[in-house]
């Protein structure tokens, strides 16, 4: 079991053929993913040729899902045809599509949002996110394969670098899935998505939640968790320092007030019964006292 993305699940990659889609194309197949194909219009019907494999190259998502049974499409098309290739990939019926691509405007991701939702079939993850790893099993984006190994710890993270800290720190241990949502102000697929998923998972013991500064997601994933969540959760959330009213880093990233500061979120957490680290550090030793304790 791993959630969403299993050693079943059979990737392509829309924008394969340029110099990003292709770098991470050939990092997803050293880490044991199936890709099966990429996606570019100009030049379907054409090759790509990897370490280890020779992959086709379709002119549409509808003729790659029909030739390869791919069920999962990463997208590293630029930011001004990233709307145009999710709604491709939605109506070809792609259960999964995970979106590399940062710098979408946020009235395009508000509209594939929508469309993703009213199609009843397809999750989105991102954009602006690393994407999604169940170690030992499939790896859908840009996280590194080899800085953690399987286990029974679920993670769930707005940044992409701590999701990667985290995943290292506690490798010894390893992780059933990692998921990186990204940190724009519209995602697919939110902290209570994961958590409700790694909920349900059989293997997962344990989850730690990272976020971040803006917004209400924390605060709403607290309450999530007090009604629905019956396993530990460690988090931490990225941001004690930064200056009121000024936007940092992701795009969703800017406190108003009282609301969204780090230590509102903080507190939310720690209400419902949530350890809160004050460093990725301490949150990952919190996590490991709650795992050999068990």
């Keep these: 079991m791993a959630i969403w993305l299993t050693d079943d699940s059979k990737v392509i990659v829309q924008g394969m053929t340029g110099s990003e889609g292709r770098k991470h ?47 999962v499409s990463v997208v590293f098309v630029p930011p001004p045809g990233v709307k145009g290739a999710v709604h491709e990939a939605v109506d070809a019926g792609v259960p999964l599509v995970v979106i590399i691509t940062e710098g ?30 169940s170690p030992g099993k499939s790896n859908a984006g840009i996280i590194p394969a080899d800085i953690t190994q399987a286990g029974r710890i679920g993670l769930v993270s707005k940044s992409g670098t701590l999701t990667y800290q985290m995943m290292y720190e506690l490798r010894d241990i390893g992780f059933s899935s990692c998921v990186g949502i990204g940190g724009d102000p519209v995602i697919g697929t939110t902290h209570i998505d994961a958590l409700e998923a790694f909920e349900a998972d059989p293997e997962t013991d344990a989850i730690v939640m990272i976020g971040e500064i803006g917004g209400d997601a924390e605060e709403r994933a607290a309450a999530y968790i007090k009604e629905h969540v019956t396993k530990p959760v ?3 959330v ?16 800017i406190v108003s007030g009282s609301a969204g500061t780090a230590a509102a979120k903080q507190e939310a ?9 004050k460093t990725p550090s301490e949150t990952a030793r919190l996590m490991r006292e709650l795992m050999t304790a068990s």
């Design 104 to 133: 979408v405007p946020v009235h395009d991701t508000a509209n594939f949002y929508q469309y993703a939702a009213n199609s009843g079939t397809t999750r989105l993850i991102g954009p602006n996110c690393p994407g999604l790893i």
């Design 25 to 71: 194309t050939q990092r997803m197949l050293a880490s044991g993913t199936a890709v099966v194909g990429g996606v570019n219009p100009k030049k379907a019907g054409e090759t790509v040729d990897f370490e280890g494999a020779s992959l086709p190259v379709f002119g549409s998502v509808a003729e790659a899902v029909k030739e390869t049974g791919a069920d």
């Design 234 to 236: 460690v988090g931490y």
């Design 269 to 277: 957490l720690e209400a419902v019964g949530v350890r809160v680290g």
């Design 238 to 253: 990225a941001g004690f320092t930064a200056p009121e009213g000024k936007t940092m880093g992701h795009a969703g990233a």
